[in-house]
């Protein structure tokens, strides 16, 4: 049975990327409207209920007579008995957020029982039903894939194929980084690579693809992929179920770089040698590609859970390219660097760490030296590549222990740049520190892979009302690779104010913008969070306290217990932002009531019912952003 009597259409589907995890189900489209009926799918009892303004908002999970699990999520209200059942714990608890594990076999359903209702609660980009089918173990599993039947005839499209070289030295038409290429239609449901491509070293394909169904306006994943190569299987993958320990994996599985870069989501047909546990994958996947000289043949199958299935081929040549050559040296004169190579850029990819300088500031390529420390001696072997707008320079992490600095030099011009680098291996922790200023941690198994970990200084334009830069900023690398753990950063800053409100933020590249982190603070001196990424961070200091408005009904108002029984109004913070209920208090008469705080809507909502005594009654909204910034209302209404 279809879930809801909302529509029939889909937003999303399984398997998709999310932040560090994969959806886990499907979302069925609400067309921006809530209450819409929510049917039990099959016999069964609800099993467990959930209330939060973030994550999954309001959740329904249904236990079937099967052992399987059906999950309802961002719900506006269950039905009477539940939403009774969650006041009383909430008020039991003197929360708003709950998780409660039911009694088995007292709420019991029916196949067709109306359980909820759609909504917009929680974490969500719009009002949607979303819907999971777990296994007994609470495995999720394609819900598509359990006699669901949506109408479905169109293919995949496919837009560009990515090639990746995975070895130091490997290079793809003479470039060192990953390259894109577009692809053609050449019939119905097959495509081709006309451009030419000429690979040297291991290396692996990427594809940008998407699905389409049948009269639904959206973009979806694929159910699967396979690829050949000179008609060998070399990869294939199926998006059917997995357990939500491997949500970690997704930036493995789907190109890391690309969505960082904000050049969209590429799906990788290869995996690593240590990211082999992911339950997707075909027992025939390979690692990398590594062929005999000459020409070789791809093919690439992309298909949807009802099978229509596109091809994607090509040709490519395996060749020696002879890179350019230079050598990088050690050099003593550490102290003499400065950080004025605005334009030099440090990135880490599969094959190596590549440096790249702009042309703008040299007429030929430069002369790279290295202010570092060795495992093999003092001398770094180089590969250089040229692409349009800078030279590139690449090398492995594990020739590096310490790095301190590089100088580029050329036609009597010398850039500098001041870093603070070491080389990670797998398993083993680390600190990094820049002037005392700035300390990156990292803590057990960090990184899949041997990884350069660096900080340099950055200059960013900074325009802010009540807003300041007090440390930093300074960029963090890598970024362009996923990490397995998280890192710590630090920075040491005697804030002798302890009013200027003070925490990390980081730099969104793509669109120029700064976000708040979690921060901890140690005797207003040590500032603490963590991160899963490589970033630029700063030290920030935000005096400018959040917004309310549309404050519903008015203040100094007469109102009507029947037809003005709830308080809503709305809440905006512009740099920090507003965390959740908890940044949110609401007292009445003297008493603090339980609030329903929306963060889609950016809406506070208050049942006013059994709250209100006849007469005259004060009230006082205190809003708190992220970083402590207080905004404060009192008034008062007059109940009849």
Known sequence: MWPTDASKTLTAVFGELRPRRYHAGFDVRTYGLSGHNLFAIDDGYIERIRVSSKGYGKAIYLRLKDKRIAVYAHLSNFTPPLDELAKKIQEKNNTYTINQILEPNKYIVKKGDIIGYTGDTGSISGPHLHFEIRDKNNKPINPLLTNYEIKDTSFPVARNLAVIPLEEGSAVNKSIKPITLPIEKNGKNSFILKKELNIFGPFGFAIQIFDKIDNQPFDFGLFGLELYVDNEK?????????????????????????????????????RKNKQNSLSFYGKETINSIILKEGEHEFTVYAFDYNNNKISISGKFNVNRINQKKSKGYISSKINKLNDNCHNCIISQYENGTIISVSKNDFNLPPNITFFATSHNGPIISMNSSEDENFYEYIFNPTDINEIYGITFSSNHINLNSKINGKSIIPGKPFEINYDDKISVYGYGDTFYDTTLVWIR???IAFKAIKTKIVSGPFEVGPDLIPYKNQIDIEFKYDSKNIKDNISIYYFNR?????????????????????????????????????????????????????????LSFNVMDDFSGIDGENDIEIIINNNKVIHEYNSYRKEVRLELNGILNHGKNSIEII?????????????DWTFK
């Open 234 to 270: 070399f990869y294939s993958i199926k998006y059917d179920q997995f357990d939500f320990n491997e949500g970690d994996l997704v930036y493995t599985e789907k190109d890391y770089s690309f969505i960082k870069s904000g050049e969209g989501i590429y799906y990788r047909l290869f």
């Open 457 to 459: 200084k950055k200059n």
């Open 510 to 566: 793509k669109n120029q913008s700064w976000y708040y982190m979690p921060t901890t603070i140690e005797n207003n001196i040590n500032f603490k969070t963590s991160a899963l990424s490589g970033e630029i961070f700063a030290l920030i200091s935000e005096l400018d306290p959040p917004k309310i408005s549309n404050i519903y009904p008015p203040f100094e108002k007469i109102i009507n217990s029947k037809k003005e029984n709830q």
């Open 623 to 635: 809003i708190s952003d992220r970083v402590g910034n207080l905004k404060k209302i009192i008034g």
